[in-house]
């Protein structure tokens, strides 16, 4: 598992997945003007992304013999568009392929656009299994905060279904994990990027000074969110 876990992280790196710079993300879209990030991780294929097909396999592999090792029960699973359903079909992909069983039956959430922002508006499929027993895991790529995860949730127990569990390659460390683990949920990902970013200084692909840059960010990007709130208590 370990191997396989720095084979991943060295061929996102190397593919181009990890970029460095001034970067907006999903949260700019509700918070303009929030701290830029110095750090920007795509974990998509072309043209969204530059990660391999061979990668995204290698990908759900991971995430397969990692989610192997929680021994939980799921009967669905629903990843969140876009990069999060190319997750989730080589998560279901990689179950297979170590042989799981049984294999849960894949979902998919409709995504909608508009001048305010995007959102998840619903389930595409209606043909399913409903009730308080019929658990389902909604896997992504990454979370930051847990805007999207939590519009996923609430479309999903609308229809009927028991979200128990998230599933994420990556938690940038930004609150997301903690909210949803705040709400009751079990949250679960393979890398951190505290974590991430320790291995790639180990191997020389960035420098200690990069690697201080993006918890220096952390650190602002959370001095910034606590303002917000203080704001809306007030």
Not at 10 to 29: A, M, Q, S
Not at 124 to 134: C, K, L, P, V
Not at 140 to 168: H, M, P, Q, S
């Amino acid at each position: 598992m370990f191997e396989k876990k720095e084979k991943v992280a060295l061929r996102i790196f190397d593919e181009g997945g990890v970029k460095f710079g001034e970067f907006k993300l999903k949260l700019h879209e509700k918070y303009p003007d929030a701290p830029k990030s110095p750090i920007y991780i795509s974990l998509r294929r072309p043209p969204d992304g530059s990660l391999s097909e061979e990668t995204i396999e290698e990908i759900g592999i991971l995430l397969a013999e990692f989610w192997a090792r929680k021994a939980i029960n799921i009967d669905y699973v629903a990843g969140i568009p876009k990069a999060g359903e190319v997750i989730a079909e080589s998560f279901m992909r990689g179950l297979t392929k170590i042989n799981l069983f049984p294999v849960p039956d894949l979902l998919h959430f409709k995504k909608e656009e508009s001048a305010s922002g995007r959102r998840i508006s619903s389930l595409i499929e209606t043909n399913y299994e409903r009730g308080a027993n019929i658990k389902l895991l909604i896997v992504d790529d990454l979370i930051t905060e847990a805007g999207t995860k939590l519009e996923a949730r609430d479309e999903a127990e609308k229809g009927w279904l028991n979200v128990t569990d998230f599933l994420v390659l990556l938690d940038r460390e930004q609150g997301g994990a903690k909210e949803i683990s705040r709400r009751g949920y079990r949250f679960h990902s393979v890398f951190t990027l505290g974590g991430l970013l320790d291995f790639y200084v180990s191997r020389k692909k960035i420098t200690p000074k990069m690697r201080q840059e993006v918890l220096s960010y952390r650190q602002r990007h959370e001095e910034y969110m606590a303002r917000q709130r203080t704001k809306i208590r007030g």
